[in-house]
């Protein structure tokens, strides 16, 4: 119906300014039409989406499977250095070490929708101090804090997520542990 009122006002229209000898139709070209959908032809910027995924089954939740002192694995992804967990999505998380967790830094973890309801950090070797205005804006956020070392923060992670609970995690790699080695004297 819209493409038969369409072509009679264009041919209408058209009447007093053929230029041509032959007429030719109102629909020669489909873009005319409301009704045209594009295609692979139409358009030179057309190209296929592809999409990748990385959870095999659906509802599974991120784990963290492994870590080291180069990054972690988590569901059979590499991830080198610091990342942020904020399931489905993980990101590399751009801080150096736990002194460079500032109030910028977490603000990723506070945009979230749906909120999530804890924050893991994992700060290395050992467990480290955060700055408080960091902690107290997390806490004015309502965003509960644990700050544990990356092995018991990834463990935390993992049990947290198989409670299906909303949580984030902002993790560093362990540095190289020197404990082991034979100083001598």
Not at 122 to 130: A, F, V, Y
Not at 150 to 169: H, K, P, Q
Request: proline residues 5%.
């Amino acid at each position: 119906m819209a493409s038969v009122m369409c072509a009679r006002l264009l041919q209408r229209s058209a009447r007093g300014f053929n230029l041509y000898s032959r007429t030719t139709t109102a629909f020669s070209s489909p873009f005319q039409c409301r009704a045209h959908r594009l295609g692979p032809g139409d358009d030179e910027l057309y190209q296929r989406t592809t999409v990748s995924i990385m959870q095999k089954e659906p509802g599974a939740s991120i784990m963290i499977h492994g870590y080291s002192t180069r990054g972690f694995n988590i569901d059979d992804n590499k991830v080198y250095g610091p990342c942020a967990l904020l399931p489905p999505a993980i990101l590399q998380w751009n801080v150096g070490g736990h002194e460079d967790i500032s109030e910028e830094s977490v603000s990723l973890f506070h945009l979230l929708e749906p909120r999530i309801e804890m924050l893991i950090l994992g700060t290395g070797s050992r467990t480290e101090r955060i700055n408080p205005k960091v902690l107290a804006l997390l806490k004015k956020k309502g965003i509960a804090v644990e700050v544990q070392d990356t092995a018991n923060a990834c463990a935390t992670f993992n049990f947290m997520m198989s409670e299906g609970r909303l949580v984030a995690a902002g993790l560093i790699p362990p540095s190289v542990s020197k404990a082991l080695e034979v100083q001598e004297e």
